[in-house]
């Protein structure tokens, strides 16, 4: 049973350029979490989706970042015009169900450098 | 908002020493994790504290849960080196919470053998 995946696992963007950064939960798993990591920081919660829904958002910058977790393939998380401060590890983290009682798992990470 | 204050923020000990972290929120809990990061890594889940009060052990490691549901401990027993790593609390809030996990700063431990 494979567990969470992420790829692309290290990314390197351009100032102004796009990332998107991939997520496949675990198997039978249908919520997904995306973190960011700063260096020496803990993480930070972004977004809290199941397939189709986001359902909460609140840790999500206003603009340049969207995410997504359609019917069919893996969630996506989307930078737009990425700038030097989205320099970060991205991590996502799937759970059977949202209620409290689940444990996440988490993936490896996106290590996004912006140059 | 809601925060959850973790310390210390490094502890280098020699092996065979005993290491305590401590976690501390803002508000009441529904539960807490705890999760461990070795560098380069990510976070993988040690263990979940639900009930007021409550203490779980894991072979050198002992979890507690504080009785108002605001603060949790961690302690390591006789530390190896192969307990290196970032340990971070995440608490969870109360009710209409949507799952989602508010981490403390870490503390990253350092072992000296």
């Known amino acids: 049973n494979a567990g969470v995946m992420q790829n692309p696992r290290h990314l390197v963007r351009r100032r102004g350029q796009e990332a998107r950064l991939r997520c496949s939960p675990m198997k039978g798993h249908s919520h997904v979490y995306w973190y960011r990591q700063l260096p020496e920081e803990g993480l930070k919660f972004m977004v809290y989706l199941q397939k189709e829904n986001i359902i909460d958002e609140s840790g999500m910058p206003k603009e340049r970042f969207s995410a997504e977790f359609p019917k069919e393939g893996p969630s996506i998380l989307r930078i737009q015009q990425v700038v030097r401060g989205d320099s970060a590890a991205y991590f996502c983290?799937?759970?059977?169900?949202?209620?409290?009682?689940?444990?996440?798992?988490f993936g490896p990470g996106t290590r996004l450098t912006v140059t | 908002g809601q925060q959850v204050m973790q310390i210390p923020q490094y502890q280098h000990v020699q092996e065979g020493e005993d290491f305590t972290t401590y976690c501390n929120s803002s508000t009441t809990l529904s539960n807490i994790q705890w999760y461990k990061q070795r560098p380069g890594g990510h976070p993988v889940f040690l263990i979940q504290?639900?009930?007021?009060?409550e203490v779980k052990k894991q072979k050198r490691l002992t979890f507690q849960f504080g009785e108002a549901k605001k603060n949790s401990s961690l302690h390591i027993t006789a530390t190896q080196t192969t307990d290196v790593g970032t340990y971070f609390c995440?608490?969870?809030?109360?009710?209409?919470?949507?799952?989602?996990?508010?981490f403390g700063q870490g503390t990253t431990l350092q072992v000296k053998p």
């Open positions: 983290a799937s759970a059977r169900q949202g209620a409290v009682d689940y444990e996440q798992y």
């Open positions: 995440a608490g969870r809030l109360g009710s209409g919470n949507t799952g989602k996990l508010i």
């Open positions: 504290l639900v009930k007021s009060g």
